[in-house]
């Protein structure tokens, strides 16, 4: 994937993840696409290229919220660090991981936005409705993230007899 391609991505998922994902909620949760996309790039890409589409991925949620400019995007860093760490020490192949690390780097994302907001005196939820968001979105991903995995795997071609 080049890197054009790759900020289109992250453009499209972000338009996406503000304006049709709220009207999918679940559990007062919706997907974040976003997240998603960077941590199927971290699993089949490395880490590199995951922290480079987090970054371009979080300052695009971040001129899309009425916030400042960063937490999205130190957010989705933070996801991504984690995500790319995770794969270097599992073996990428099985399916189970990567969902289990969607699910941790889905409240590592929510825990650092929450306490970012805090920090900058913007609105918080109160903590018991935050968890339940944090884990109604986590479950979402986990549901996205396999689709994700598969779409962006090379694919592999056999040479002509």
Same mark, same amino acid.
């Given at each position: 994937?080049?890197?054009? #391609?790759?900020?289109?991505?992250?453009?499209?998922?972000?338009?996406?993840?503000?304006?049709?994902?709220?009207?999918?909620?679940?559990?007062?949760?919706?997907?974040?696409?976003?997240?998603?996309?960077?941590?199927?790039?971290?699993?089949?890409?490395?880490?590199?290229?995951?922290?480079?589409?987090?970054?371009?991925?979080?300052?695009?949620?971040?001129?899309?919220?009425?916030?400042?400019?960063?937490?999205?995007?130190?957010?989705?860093?933070?996801?991504?660090?984690?995500?790319?760490?995770?794969?270097?020490?599992?073996?990428?192949?099985?399916?189970?991981?990567?969902?289990?690390?969607?699910?941790?780097?889905?409240?590592?994302?929510?825990?650092?936005?929450?306490?970012?907001?805090?920090?900058?005196?913007?609105?918080?939820?109160?903590?018991?409705?935050?968890?339940?968001?944090?884990?109604?979105? #986590?479950?979402?991903?986990?549901?996205?993230?396999?689709?994700?995995?598969?779409?962006?795997?090379?694919?592999?071609?056999?040479?002509?007899?």
């Amino acid at each position: 994937m080049t890197w054009i #391609a790759g900020t289109a991505l992250m453009l499209l998922a972000s338009l996406v993840q503000v304006t049709w994902a709220p009207k999918l909620t679940v559990l007062g949760a919706f997907p974040n696409l976003v997240l998603v996309i960077v941590v199927a790039v971290a699993w089949t890409k490395g880490q590199r290229p995951s922290l480079t589409f987090a970054c371009i991925g979080g300052l695009l949620l971040d001129l899309t919220s009425p916030g400042p400019l960063g937490p999205h995007a130190l957010a989705l860093l933070a996801g991504a660090y984690l995500t790319g760490f995770w794969v270097r020490n599992v073996d990428p192949a099985g399916w189970v991981q990567p969902v289990i690390a969607t699910a941790v780097s889905t409240a590592v994302y929510s825990a650092v936005l929450v306490g970012l907001d805090d920090l900058l005196n913007l609105p918080v939820p109160p903590p018991a409705l935050a968890v339940e968001l944090a884990v109604a979105a #986590a479950a979402y991903n986990c549901l996205l993230v396999l689709p994700a995995l598969l779409a962006s795997r090379p694919v592999k071609r056999e040479a002509p007899a």
